[in-house]
């Protein structure tokens, strides 16, 4: 008797087995994940709300001094005409953002749409579209973007089409590979038993699990049309005036280099923590991903 109500005293340690569970199984604060989709979303919300934010108009003529440092009027000071930096960031940011993201889409969404579709039709048809793709990426990107915007003239529609067809074929590439790899597995082949047709298995079978590798494909190709379209627009050959892009600030407020003149120093480091943060994202789901796989 005194036994068993001893017993009835302790303690149960299930409570504690259940407490101790999901500590175990707890996920670890990734930092570079949250910087990384801090930036990105900081950008995002930059391009869609900057321009409503300016504090000046984008070309007006506010201050008597070129390349004045920052003061309470001027926060990240003035460029090479006197006109506020902070606007002018603001809104070439819009132009920056904007054209890579739908440039990576279309990209992506052409090159996943087209990788697909080789990997399941039949062998002539997939090898006429590697070979067209393998020429097209044999082809340096800035040097297409060259001899587009020398043959046609600088317009954004160009600078998308451009963008487009130099990264399309890497998706491609990436997409054709998962695909065919998909394409052989079981549920695959018992779609195909069930007489089940390609645009069906494609849409279904193969597409949601090759979602998150081509998500993560995206996210790199807008770093790389980034810096594509920032290049050419630091060589004059991107967006043009009165329009202007983060790349365009840094070349056209380049006199003020030698003076560390925040026109020069503010679009730069816009493009370099959009980039960084872009890859820390990036980088860091594709590191779960691949955690998650094991």
Do not use: C
């Not at 460029?79 to 606007?87: E, K």
């Not at 600078?159 to 990436?174: D, K, N, Q």
């Not at 069906?200 to 049309?225: C, K, S």
């Amino acid at each position: 008797m005194n036994n068993s109500l001893l017993d009835s005293r302790r303690p149960s340690s299930e409570p504690e087995s259940r407490v101790s569970a999901p500590q175990r199984h707890a996920k670890p604060f990734n930092l570079t994940r949250w910087v990384g989709a801090t930036l990105v979303i900081f950008w995002l919300l930059v391009a869609i709300f900057g321009p409503m934010l300016a504090p000046h108009p984008v070309g007006a003529l506010v201050a008597d001094k070129i390349y004045s440092g920052a003061s309470a009027a001027f926060p990240l000071g003035t460029d090479y005409l006197g006109r506020d930096m902070l606007s002018r960031i603001l809104t070439g940011a819009r132009y920056t953002v904007g054209l890579a993201l739908i440039a990576a889409l279309l990209s992506s969404l052409i090159g996943a749409s087209l990788g697909m579709l080789a990997a399941l039709a039949p062998r002539w048809l997939d090898e006429s579209v590697s070979r067209l793709n393998d020429a097209l990426i044999s082809i340096p990107s800035k040097m297409l973007a060259l001899v587009m915007v020398s043959a046609f003239g600088a317009s954004i529609p160009l600078l998308i089409l451009t963008a487009v067809i130099s990264y399309a074929p890497g998706a491609f590439r990436i997409s054709r590979s998962l695909a065919a790899n998909i394409a052989t597995l079981e549920y695959v082949q018992v779609a195909r038993t069930r007489g089940e047709g390609k645009l069906y298995i494609a849409a279904v079978e193969v597409l949601p699990n090759m979602f998150h590798p081509v998500l993560t494909d995206m996210g790199m190709r807008f770093v790389f049309i980034v810096l594509l379209l920032s290049g050419m627009s630091f060589l004059g050959l991107g967006v043009q005036p009165p329009m202007a892009d983060l790349g365009s600030l840094v070349r056209e407020n380049i006199g003020g280099l030698s003076q560390g003149a925040l026109a020069v120093i503010g679009p730069a480091l816009a493009i370099g923590t959009l980039t960084i943060g872009a890859n820390l994202l990036i980088d860091s789901l594709s590191a779960n991903r691949g955690q998650q796989g094991e």
